[in-house]
């Protein structure tokens, strides 16, 4: 069974930082897709950020230049680098792994909360 654990989460003012991690436990964490998920309260979760196993990303268009996803496939894990934060960032953020080859098999991490506010 693959596990997700996230860290990183916190409190963090308008225009501030945070860097989430998310380790996975498995042997060929470098075949698996990567994202980073966001729900807010009373909302639907949604994609902020994935990364496939050549590296190449996609970003959701409100954290498009805010924020790097980036892996380290020897650390077995990802990152997510989020600067400029805004309030409307606030979310349990949480980590997703897809199963190569199919990518039908997603696991996911227990999430983390982000909070902005001033």
């Known amino acids: 069974q693959v596990q997700l654990v996230e860290s990183g989460g916190g409190s963090v003012q308008p225009g501030g930082s945070l860097r989430l991690s998310c380790l996975v436990s498995?042997?060929?964490?470098?075949?698996?897709?990567m994202g980073w998920y966001r729900q807010a309260p009373g909302k639907q979760r949604e994609l902020v950020a994935a990364?496939?196993?050549?590296?190449?990303?996609n970003y959701a268009d409100s954290v498009q230049g805010r924020f790097t996803i980036s892996r380290d496939n020897a650390m077995n894990t990802v990152y997510l680098q989020m600067n400029s934060l805004k309030l409307e960032d606030t979310a349990v953020y949480y980590c997703n792994a897809q199963e190569p080859p199919s990518r039908k098999i997603s696991y996911w991490g227990q999430g983390t909360q982000v909070t902005v506010s001033s």
């Open positions: 990364i496939a196993r050549d590296g190449g990303t």
């Open positions: 498995t042997n060929i964490f470098s075949f698996y897709s």
